[in-house]
């Protein structure tokens, strides 16, 4: 899978750093909860083992820190409405 940009997006996380790629994401600095939505598309092998298996793994870099909420969807109505 690889993060692409989407319709609300409006920044790019991790840009011009090498050792990251950068992440196009939706981010609301006025969002009490400081949330970034990122959108990540499939191609053909992933979409035919997602099909097999029903799994997805997440990596999250935490740095030694504390975990971070997640939430993962198919469906962009689940985070934006309209």
Partial sequence: MKPI???ESNTELG???KE???LPAYYDPEDKNGIAITCWKMNFFDRIRAVFSGK???ALWTFNHGFSPIYTTMKKK???NG
């Fill in 5 to 7: 940009k989407f319709k």
């Fill in 15 to 17: 840009k011009d750093q």
């Fill in 20 to 22: 990251y790629g950068t």
């Fill in 56 to 58: 997805v793994f997440i």
């Fill in 78 to 80: 689940d985070l934006f």
